[in-house]
């Protein structure tokens, strides 16, 4: 069954800080993988989108690495502001569809001043 | 340039009811696909409309139905509707680039319904 994984269910981190979310996928056939963040009663806004032969994209303070060998991604974030307060969402790709999407439940990240 | 827009932005109707909800894509972007999120969870594939046809489903009842306008605005219905049904309906759009599987979806702020 495909499936995506995302740990941790929410996270609270003072501002400033750095810190990791995490994503697990079972997807098969894998075409690319997509980070996108979701404030509260908004759409999700992509971050980042990798296929299998990347290792790791940057947006900004947003770094997104990716092991298609383990099916495991991970979206790190430097030095967190108060806007990055929202829901973090992986997302994967099944075979060459580029619409049809395996979302997370995501992870809720709250930062503190 | 404007992004996805969806309407109504909120919604409340009562079980057995039926909704039109709408969306217009992104200038540019030819292809929509429905997603339905529930409170706490990541959004659920409803059906995707391409040249004013469903071109993929997802595992959804038939009481979710959709439509696709020459100016790739689309509708989405949903009959007969459930407690169940509550959640937010975003729509989302793209550009079918044949041979390229990268392209972003553009997502709407979504329409929020409530079933009493």
């Known amino acids: 069954k495909n499936q995506v994984e995302q740990s941790p269910q929410s996270l609270i981190i003072l501002e400033g800080k750095n810190c990791t979310l995490q994503c697990n996928y079972t997807v098969s056939p894998f075409s690319n993988l997509r980070w996108y963040k979701q404030d509260t009663g908004r759409g999700p806004v992509s971050l980042t989108i990798m296929t299998f032969s990347e290792n790791t994209k940057s947006n900004g303070r947003y770094t997104a690495t990716l092991d298609a060998d383990t099916k495991q991604s991970s979206l790190h974030i430097t030095a967190s502001q108060l806007s990055d307060s929202a829901s973090y969402i992986c997302v994967v790709s099944v075979t060459y569809n580029t619409d049809k999407l395996i979302f997370g439940t995501g992870t809720r990240l709250q930062v503190f001043p | 340039d404007a992004g996805v827009t969806q309407s109504p932005t909120h919604l409340i109707k009562t079980r057995g009811q039926q909704v039109t909800l709408r969306c217009s894509p992104k200038s540019g972007h030819d292809t929509v696909s429905w997603y339905q999120q529930a409170l706490g969870q990541g959004p659920q594939f409803i059906f995707q409309?391409?040249?004013?046809?469903?071109?993929q489903r997802g595992n959804f009842p038939d009481r979710f139905s959709g439509h696709q306008f020459p100016n790739y605005s689309s509708e989405l219905n949903v009959n007969a509707l459930l407690l169940g049904d509550s959640a937010l309906y975003l729509c989302?759009?793209?550009?079918?680039?044949?041979?390229?599987?990268?392209?972003?979806?553009?997502f709407g702020n979504g329409t929020r319904l409530t079933v009493t």
């Open positions: 989302a759009s793209s550009l079918r680039v044949w041979g390229s599987y990268n392209s972003p979806l553009h």
């Open positions: 409309y391409y040249e004013e046809e469903e071109r």
